[in-house]
């Protein structure tokens, strides 16, 4: 399988150079040159199979030469072997008809986990064949960088770097990154927004002082392999109801537009899906322009679901290339105008190929408190404000009687059990496999939201490649 940029200039890649290279060359993201699709009878005959070898069918075709059948149902067992319930992602019934799709059993409570636990192994194993070291920078609203530093922490030929913005984390989400101490771990905490550390991130792919000593890797969801391993449960939830012959919508609390976008590819793949119902919080510019085209960025608003508090979602460029017909040198153009200008209006073409499949609903903070009440009233389930919201906006859908409705589950409650407790006057504890997370020591760096003091600490303490 061949991978072309969203910006119509990178070279291709195969599936290996995708998941070590992170952003394409001339700014813009991977994708598959074409979507692999699946019969309806195809999808039918996976029901009823392990998660692991689920993922392995669904993954196969975007691995293509990559790796063999056989070692990637070796990565697959081996990375969600780790997680701490057996079906990886069960479904729990809230009612008639909505459901919740618990994606949080893995090692840091989010569903990160799900993608990351593989993509560390699939950093191991490429580096291990090519040798080498890979330094990966991110930027964290909270879940990915523990999700990430858990995955690569101590393995061989990697390091990572993880910028969050300073105390707009939680404090279980930060402990979760800065007590790792492995000696490949570095996290650094900026003054600064989410998007500030964002755009610092992506401006280092494009800093040849930077590119040219190290080998940058990017474990955002601007990393394609992180993407793929989330078709995944969409499938695994839809056989469970009755899908492939009957049609489930899907309520995706969004920040970055990479869960919500992986339920497009297994619609693209030919999964039956109703529809996709992109959940906001207060941070609407996703539900500005997919309900009126007004693509532009304001002011982060900071929440209690600090994962959604994001105003530029980096993979919502991989939506507008798709459904706006592919054309890599306009979308590069329309993108340079979006960087400048932080607004964009999107092309009819992309309106219409988005709102075959995607609607959207906002929530505020009111409406965030009152369905983690109805959960916990109506069904006994503490939900984190995440969930919360995404369930908010599955309740709001007008969807033929039918169709179930899954929110996806994206962290567990105990990771914002301060905002459930508010909510419910319930403080959902901790699991056991996170153990004695507030009594190890912490590290981390602070630096100011600048990009040379950043830019500068990473080479000054960077492995070059
Ligand atoms: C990352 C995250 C999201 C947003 O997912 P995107 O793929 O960035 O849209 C939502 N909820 C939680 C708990 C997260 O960690």
Same mark, same amino acid.
């Given at each position: &399988?061949?991978?072309? *940029?969203? %910006?119509g200039s990178?070279p291709?890649?195969?599936?290996?150079?995708?998941?070590?290279?992170?952003?394409?060359s001339?700014?813009?993201?991977y994708?598959?040159?074409?979507?692999p699709?699946?019969?309806? @009878?195809?999808?039918?005959?996976?029901?009823?199979?392990?998660?692991?070898?689920?993922a392995?069918?669904?993954m196969?075709?975007?691995?293509?030469?990559?790796?063999?059948?056989?070692?990637?149902? !070796?990565?697959c067992?081996?990375?969600y072997?780790?997680f701490?319930?057996?079906?990886?992602?069960?479904?729990?019934?809230?009612?008639? %008809?909505?459901?919740?799709?618990?994606?949080?059993?893995?090692?840091t409570?989010?569903f990160k986990?799900v993608?990351?636990q593989?993509l560390? $192994?699939l950093f191991e194993?490429?580096?291990? %064949?090519?040798?080498g070291?890979?330094?990966i920078?991110?930027a964290?609203s909270g879940?990915t960088?523990?999700?990430?530093?858990?995955?690569?922490?101590?393995?061989e030929?990697?390091?990572?770097?993880?910028?969050?913005?300073?105390?707009?984390?939680?404090d279980v989400?930060?402990?979760? &990154?800065?007590?790792?101490?492995a000696?490949?771990?570095?996290n650094?905490?900026?003054?600064g927004?989410?998007?500030?550390?964002?755009?610092?991130v992506?401006?280092m792919?494009a800093?040849?002082?930077?590119?040219?000593r190290?080998g940058?890797?990017?474990?955002?969801?601007?990393?394609?392999?992180?993407?793929?391993a989330q078709?995944?449960y969409?499938?695994a939830?839809?056989?469970q109801l009755?899908?492939p012959?009957?049609?489930v919508?899907?309520?995706?609390?969004?920040?970055?537009?990479g869960d919500?976008?992986?339920g497009y590819?297994?619609?693209? &793949?030919?999964?039956?899906?109703e529809?996709?119902?992109?959940a906001?919080?207060v941070? @609407?510019?996703?539900?500005r322009?997919?309900?009126?085209?007004?693509y532009s960025?304001? !002011?982060?608003?900071?929440?209690a679901?600090?994962? &959604?508090d994001i105003?530029?979602s980096?993979?919502?460029?991989?939506?507008l290339f798709?459904?706006?017909?592919?054309?890599g040198?306009?979308l590069?153009?329309?993108?340079?105008g979006?960087?400048?200008?932080?607004?964009?209006? $999107?092309?009819n073409?992309?309106?219409?190929g !988005?709102?075959?499949?995607?609607? *959207?609903? %906002?929530a505020d903070?009111?409406?965030m408190?009152?369905?983690?009440r109805?959960a916990?009233?109506?069904?006994g389930e503490?939900? @984190?404000?995440?969930?919360?919201i995404?369930?908010?906006? !599955?309740r709001q859908?007008d969807?033929? @009687?039918d169709?179930?409705?899954?929110?996806?589950?994206?962290?567990?409650?105990a990771?914002f059990?301060?905002?459930?407790?508010?909510?419910?006057?319930?403080r959902p504890p901790?699991?056991?496999?996170?153990?004695?997370?507030?009594e190890?020591e912490?590290?981390m760096?602070e630096?100011?939201?600048?990009?040379?003091?950043?830019a500068a600490?990473?080479a000054g303490?960077?492995?070059p490649?």
């Amino acid at each position: &399988m061949d991978y072309i *940029s969203t %910006r119509g200039s990178a070279p291709a890649l195969d599936f290996e150079g995708v998941t070590l290279a992170g952003l394409a060359s001339d700014g813009g993201l991977y994708l598959p040159r074409e979507w692999p699709r699946l019969s309806q @009878d195809e999808i039918a005959a996976l029901a009823g199979l392990p998660y692991p070898v689920l993922a392995a069918r669904i993954m196969q075709p975007f691995v293509g030469e990559s790796l063999s059948p056989e070692r990637l149902l !070796a990565l697959c067992e081996q990375a969600y072997g780790r997680f701490a319930h057996t079906a990886v992602t069960p479904l729990v019934q809230l009612d008639q %008809r909505n459901w919740l799709l618990e994606l949080f059993h893995g090692p840091t409570l989010a569903f990160k986990d799900v993608a990351l636990q593989l993509l560390g $192994l699939l950093f191991e194993e490429f580096l291990g %064949r090519k040798g080498g070291h890979l330094t990966i920078v991110g930027a964290t609203s909270g879940d990915t960088g523990s999700a990430a530093i858990d995955a690569v922490a101590g393995r061989e030929g990697v390091e990572i770097f993880m910028l969050h913005p300073k105390g707009r984390v939680s404090d279980v989400q930060r402990r979760q &990154m800065t007590t790792v101490l492995a000696p490949n771990v570095h996290n650094i905490a900026i003054d600064g927004s989410f998007d500030d550390a964002q755009a610092m991130v992506k401006r280092m792919f494009a800093d040849p002082a930077l590119t040219g000593r190290f080998g940058l890797g990017a474990v955002n969801s601007i990393n394609w392999a992180r993407l793929m391993a989330q078709v995944v449960y969409y499938f695994a939830a839809a056989l469970q109801l009755g899908g492939p012959a009957r049609k489930v919508a899907f309520a995706v609390p969004t920040g970055n537009f990479g869960d919500v976008f992986a339920g497009y590819v297994a619609a693209r &793949m030919g999964l039956p899906v109703e529809r996709l119902v992109v959940a906001t919080n207060v941070n @609407d510019i996703l539900h500005r322009a997919l309900t009126d085209g007004d693509y532009s960025a304001g !002011a982060v608003t900071p929440t209690a679901a600090p994962s &959604m508090d994001i105003q530029v979602s980096s993979n919502f460029e991989r939506l507008l290339f798709d459904a706006g017909g592919r054309d890599g040198i306009a979308l590069a153009e329309q993108m340079k105008g979006f960087e400048a200008s932080r607004a964009m209006r $999107l092309t009819n073409a992309q309106r219409q190929g !988005a709102s075959a499949l995607f609607t *959207s609903a %906002r929530a505020d903070p009111g409406d965030m408190a009152q369905a983690m009440r109805w959960a916990w009233e109506n069904c006994g389930e503490t939900i @984190d404000p995440h969930t919360a919201i995404g369930l908010h906006a !599955a309740r709001q859908q007008d969807l033929p @009687d039918d169709v179930p409705v899954v929110t996806l589950a994206t962290a567990h409650p105990a990771k914002f059990r301060d905002a459930v407790e508010r909510a419910t006057g319930f403080r959902p504890p901790l699991p056991l496999r996170v153990g004695e997370l507030f009594e190890r020591e912490e590290r981390m760096v602070e630096l100011p939201g600048d990009y040379d003091a950043v830019a500068a600490y990473i080479a000054g303490n960077a492995t070059p490649r």
